[in-house]
């Protein structure tokens, strides 16, 4: 599966934005999705995840309350939807995916390219 990400930008802080995905080819609904981020100088950190059919969800701590993790089967995309975006949210944002992954944190076999969220203060 090829991961086409968008929708990242330059924002201040409190803004929202909301971040897409787009999945090729046509079992998207086998895949388990995730978004992970990387900001400069650290390593790359989960985010959030969702199951196959959408109904479990999982979130880091950092973005509870803020970050909803949703995705459309019928057109292959998983979103990111940021609220009240703070400054330590500046990274680059990845997608990713897995058809084997039981559990929603784990290792990703395929990831997107990333689309940079730069947040100010």
């Known amino acids: 599966v090829q991961l086409q990400a968008s929708g990242g930008g330059l924002v201040q802080a409190g803004d929202t934005l909301r971040l897409s995905c787009v999945a090729s080819?046509?079992?998207?609904?086998?895949?388990?999705m995730a978004w992970f981020r990387q900001a400069p100088g650290k390593e790359r950190e989960f985010v959030t995840a969702?199951?196959?059919?959408?109904?479990?969800?999982s979130y880091a701590d950092s973005v509870k309350d803020r970050f909803t993790i949703s995705r459309d089967n019928a057109k292959n995309t998983v979103y990111l939807q940021m609220n009240n975006l703070k400054p330590e949210d500046t990274a680059v944002y990845y997608c990713a995916a897995d058809s084997r992954l039981v559990q929603l944190r784990g290792k990703y076999e395929y990831w997107g390219q990333g689309t940079q969220v730069t947040v100010s203060s």
């Open positions: 969702i199951s196959r059919g959408g109904r479990t969800t």
């Open positions: 080819g046509r079992t998207f609904s086998s895949y388990v």
